[in-house]
Nanobody, 127 residues
Framework: QAQLVESGGGVVQAGGSLRLSCAAS????????MAWFRQAPGKEREFVAAVRWNVGSTYYADSVKGRFTISRDSAKNTVYLQMNSLKPEDTAVYSC????????????????????WGQGTQVTVSS
């Protein structure tokens, strides 16, 4: 079993930056991918970014490409989301997720691909 704990959310003005962290605990935790999703009020949870844990390759939603950067620190079992040029429409609860399913057909942007989830952290961008 693994636990994911997010931190770093808060309130920021449009154009500002925030850095989210997600620390994973678990003695045998070895994810295939880790990702960030977000859910705005009244909307479905949507994919933001993912990183393949051992290789470091990254994937982004079009809406955040060029503004957000996902990275990981394997030694700390931590994944980060650096968010720059924030917009009011980025306001949401951000959750990190991890998958231990190893499959060449895994779709990283799909919620059901992930078997571990954090509790989420609120990000509010004011205009």
């Amino acid at each position: 079993q693994a636990q994911l704990v997010e931190s770093g959310g808060g309130v920021v003005q449009a154009g500002g930056s925030l850095r989210l962290s997600c620390a994973a605990s678990g003695r045998t935790f070895s994810p295939y991918y880790m990702a960030w999703f977000r859910q705005a009020p009244g909307k479905e949870r949507e994919f933001v970014a993912a990183v393949r844990w051992n290789v470091g390759s990254t994937y982004y939603a079009d809406s955040v490409k060029g503004r957000f950067t996902i990275s990981r620190d394997s030694a700390k079992n931590t994944v980060y989301l650096q968010m720059n040029s924030l917009k009011p429409e980025d306001t949401a609860v951000y959750s990190c997720a991890a998958t231990t399913y190893r499959s060449s057909t895994l779709v990283v942007s799909t919620r059901r691909s992930y078997d571990y989830w954090g509790q989420g952290t609120q990000v509010t961008v004011s205009s």
